[in-house]
């Protein structure tokens, strides 16, 4: 079947529909708060040896 202009934006149309669907779904499934956020305490103490360091 050869490709046809009318067929692909048929196929585009049906992607964004299931990209569309997909995160609606993927929005209905999520907590309703958002995760708390956590610091990583070798970022803190890597931070603090380059300030250290500059000086």
């Known amino acids: 079947m050869p490709d046809t202009k009318s067929g692909r ?3 585009g149309r049906n992607k964004r529909r299931q990209l569309e669907n997909h995160l609606a779904r993927r929005e209905l ?3 309703d708060e958002p ?3 956590y610091g990583e305490v070798t970022d803190a103490e890597f931070l603090a ?3 250290d360091a500059a000086r």
């Open 29 to 31: 499934d999520a907590d």
């Open 9 to 11: 934006e048929r196929k």
């Open 49 to 51: 040896e380059s300030d």
């Open 35 to 37: 995760p708390e956020p």
